[in-house]
């Protein structure tokens, strides 16, 4: 899987669950019997027991806690990981499904009808089926011929995760053995759900009050956040979640949405820097100053240092360039630290941090900033990269961005012979 290609910590602890149910199952399966229905047979209980604890492992996935997705190289690449697991979890549930019908085949077709559709009363079967349609549901709105995926309305259906996982549970607790570990992986998953729905919404978010909106262009504002009681601690270049509370807004009122920050971690203000890219966004460009906001993070592991003798060069654009403001900021406060920034915008006029990051640059001569307009000079160019960072090759790459930036960007250092494990790029296009 292309999500497992750099390996972290937390990958390893999710092969393990994963395949721990099928290794204690082993011994009571056994090996294939002979021939076509044999191999069926045994297909079909493999991939059932693996479907099964895929789901329990992507469903324990959404915990959500604050510094645990450090150890899955940041939240965006676990709820990757999630995604991922969560499609194969569904393809070996009806890999489950049609290999044990099939294997009844050469018996006859009513054995094989009668083992997919069971009399009423064997109630293991048809639990199995409800947990089957009720993943079709949760799943169906992902797919691109349902349209735009609605944020909100989506993770409002996770909760039909939760009774999919229950039934799916009781149909294999009533057919198969490790009952012991089935309800650990079981316990596991609706906890973390449960935590996620019920628990975390009052317990884990801290309340700020907004103290200032900047606007920084247009369908662009900064947000300046003082805490009610305790503060949020984070590193530069993290996010966190922001659920607004004031009554006026048009929309986004208690809706939970990702911003990265763009204050330097010892600020006494918490800034947040947000585009107009939706419903949510668009509304909070006219939230009331003095209103309450809840807080929950800090998330991502973006400058986490990979090769820590390389020097970094950031390439930024788009309300991407958040990350880089927040690190920039911290290297005016403490005099530490070293990049070259290259800032991409479609023009002076939506480069709505670059004066700040030029004196900041001024006044420390390990911090550069070029600034690169596509209106004027097109698509970012080898030849661009190289004038004004002539070692790019040797640095450590991080990229933030509107997506499209982020392939080009991907493309263009590829086809220099950038090692991959030396470029990092964060996108919130799966939320």
């Known amino acids: 899987m292309a999500i497992l290609r750099r390996p972290h910590p937390g990958d390893l602890l999710v092969v393990l669950l994963v395949l721990l149910p099928l290794l204690v199952a082993l011994p009571r399966l056994g090996w294939p019997g002979p021939g076509a229905m044999g191999w069926l047979s045994w297909l079909g209980r493999v991939s059932g027991i693996l479907g099964l604890a895929m789901m329990l492992v992507t469903a324990a996935l959404c915990v959500r806690l604050p ?24 393809i070996l549930v009806m890999v489950h499904v049609l290999s ?29 089926w409800l947990a089957w349609g009720l993943m079709v549901i949760f ?32 149909h294999t607790l009533w057919l198969a053995g490790e009952g012991a570990l089935w309800w650990l992986l079981g316990l596991l998953a609706l906890g973390a759900i449960f935590w996620r729905k019920a628990i975390a919404p009052r317990v884990a978010r801290l309340p700020y009050r907004i103290e200032n909106v900047e606007p920084l262009a247009r369908g662009v504002v900064e947000l300046a956040l003082r805490p ?33 920050i763009s204050s330097a971690p010892d600020d006494s203000h918490l800034r947040i820097g947000i585009k107009d890219l939706g419903d949510a966004s668009r509304a909070l460009q006219t939230v009331t100053p003095g209103s309450r906001v809840l807080l929950e993070g800090p998330y991502g592991d ?32 403490t005099g530490v630290g070293e990049a070259q920034l290259i800032y991409l915008a479609n023009g002076p006029e939506r480069a709505y941090y670059l004066d700040e990051l030029r004196r900041i640059a001024e006044a420390h001569p390990g911090f550069g900033v070029t600034a690169h307009f596509y209106r004027k000079e097109g698509p970012l160019t080898e030849t661009f990269l190289r004038h004004h960072c002539p070692d790019y090759m040797d640095r450590e790459i991080y990229l933030c961005g509107p997506p499209a930036m982020i392939r080009h960007l991907r493309r263009l250092l590829a086809d220099q012979g950038v090692p991959t494990q030396r470029i990092h790029s964060e996108v919130f296009d799966f939320l």
């Open 67 to 90: 510094r645990w997705d450090r150890y899955f190289g940041g939240l965006p690449r676990l709820w990757r990981l999630h995604r991922g697991l969560g499609f194969w979890a569904f």
């Open 100 to 128: 044990l019908a099939l294997a009844a085949v050469p018996l006859s077709l009513e054995a094989a009808a009668l083992t997919l559709f069971p009399p009423w009363h064997q109630v293991a079967i048809w639990l199995g």
């Open 139 to 170: 799943l169906a709105p992902t797919f691109d011929f349902f349209g735009k995926l609605h944020y909100q309305g989506w993770k409002r259906l996770h909760l039909l995760s939760a009774v999919a996982l229950i039934a799916a549970l009781a």
């Open 228 to 260: 009610e009681h305790h503060r949020l601690r984070h590193r530069a270049g993290q996010f966190l979640y922001l659920t607004p509370l004031d009554e006026t807004l048009s929309a986004g009122r208690g809706e939970e949405h990702p911003y990265t």
């Open 302 to 333: 973006f400058f986490a240092r990979r090769h820590p003798r390389c020097r970094p060069l950031w390439l930024g654009g788009g309300i991407g360039i958040t990350p880089f403001v927040g690190m920039a900021r911290e290297i005016a406060a």
